[in-house]
């Protein structure tokens, strides 16, 4: 009489979960929410600029044009004071449109800059987990999965019967022609390439031909995230923006799973 349970074995093994393939929302999909959400709430901040700009004008216009009075009195009789001072007037008035129509065109810049950096902090972010994501990323069980699905099988195991949810995405991987590691995994696993990120970045060498695609682009060492200190600090800034967004966006997370035997 054998007195050993199997099923305790495989309590004790544990269950292993994998996620569906490709993901419901791709590492792709994230990103480009994230630039469309950070790119409208630029744009509500600079109208909120304009109009703060507008009401500093509204306000400046009366004392300006009680400036031009007390001149005009003082320099009655004198004309040589009374146009010396026209001219420091109306110097001071296109001193004054200038700034604030260099203002407006100052913000206008920042907001288009900001909408390139952020689009081409992004492209970095896709172009990085691509090439990382099957190297750094996956776990063992993983791994084989995703060598089955850029092989061309689903890599997803048939579902236990009743799990209609499951049942229903399982096959999705069958007709996808994804290959790329952004288009197949989702927001989960680009929490990984954050905590990851570090190592990642210690292993390119911007001199190495074959380690273009880490870099931004492919445009050489010039656009590397770490070529200089403010570039590093840029990239770091709009990773911690990413970091918030994921947080306050927790319907990008819509990873589906199955067990494993």
């Given at each position: 009489?054998?007195?050993?349970?199997?099923?305790?074995?495989?309590?004790?093994?544990?269950?292993?979960?994998?996620?569906?393939?490709?993901?419901?929302?791709?590492?792709?999909?994230?990103?480009?929410?994230?630039?469309?959400?950070?790119?409208?709430?630029?744009?509500?901040?600079f109208a909120r600029e304009q109009e703060r700009q507008r009401e500093e004008e509204?306000?400046?216009?009366?004392?300006?044009?009680?400036?031009?009075?007390?001149?005009?009195?003082?320099?009655?009789?004198?004309?040589?004071?009374?146009?010396?001072?026209?001219?420091?007037?109306?110097?001071?008035?296109?001193?004054?449109?200038?700034?604030?129509?260099?203002?407006?065109?100052?913000?206008?810049?920042?907001?288009?800059?900001?909408?390139?950096?952020?689009?081409?902090?992004?492209?970095?972010?896709?172009?990085?987990?691509?090439?990382?994501?099957?190297?750094?990323?996956?776990?063992?069980?993983?791994?084989?999965?995703?060598?089955?699905?850029?092989?061309?099988?689903?890599?997803?195991?048939?579902?236990?019967?009743?799990?209609?949810?499951?049942?229903?995405?399982?096959?999705?991987?069958?007709?996808?022609?994804?290959?790329?590691?952004?288009?197949?995994?989702?927001?989960?696993?680009?929490?990984?390439?954050?905590?990851?990120?570090?190592?990642?970045?210690?292993?390119?060498?911007?001199?190495?031909?074959?380690?273009?695609?880490?870099?931004?682009?492919?445009?050489?060492?010039?656009?590397?995230?770490?070529?200089?200190?403010?570039?590093?600090?840029?990239?770091?800034?709009?990773?911690?923006?990413?970091?918030?967004?994921?947080?306050?966006?927790?319907?990008?997370?819509?990873?589906?799973?199955?067990?494993?035997?």
């Open positions: 009489f054998n007195c050993y349970d199997n099923s305790m074995e495989k309590r004790n093994k544990g269950i292993t979960m994998l996620h569906v393939l490709p993901a419901t929302m791709n590492i792709i999909d994230v990103l480009g929410q994230y630039v469309r959400v950070k790119k409208r709430e630029d744009l509500e901040e509204e306000k400046q216009q009366p004392s300006m044009q009680k400036s031009v009075a007390s001149d005009e009195d003082t320099n009655n009789g004198d004309s040589h004071n009374a146009a010396k001072s026209t001219d420091t007037d109306d110097h001071s008035k296109k001193d004054s449109k200038q700034s604030i129509f260099s203002s407006a065109i100052s913000t206008k810049a920042i907001l288009k800059q900001k909408k390139q950096k952020r689009k081409q902090f992004a492209l970095s972010i896709i172009a990085l987990v691509d090439v990382s994501l099957p190297l750094f990323l996956l776990y063992k069980e993983e791994r084989e999965q995703f060598a089955k699905f850029i092989g061309g099988d689903d890599g997803n195991s048939i579902p236990a019967a009743g799990d209609e949810d499951v049942g229903d995405t399982s096959g999705q991987g069958k007709t996808t022609t994804h290959k790329r590691s952004s288009e197949i995994y989702g927001a989960e696993h680009l929490l990984r390439f954050f905590v990851k990120l570090p190592y990642i970045l210690s292993q390119y060498d911007p001199t190495n031909n074959e380690a273009e695609n880490l870099g931004v682009n492919g445009e050489g060492t010039d656009t590397y995230i770490l070529a200089s200190e403010e570039q590093s600090q840029e990239f770091a800034d709009y990773l911690s923006e990413l970091t918030v967004f994921l947080q306050k966006n927790l319907d990008c997370f819509k990873g589906k799973y199955f067990t494993v035997e």
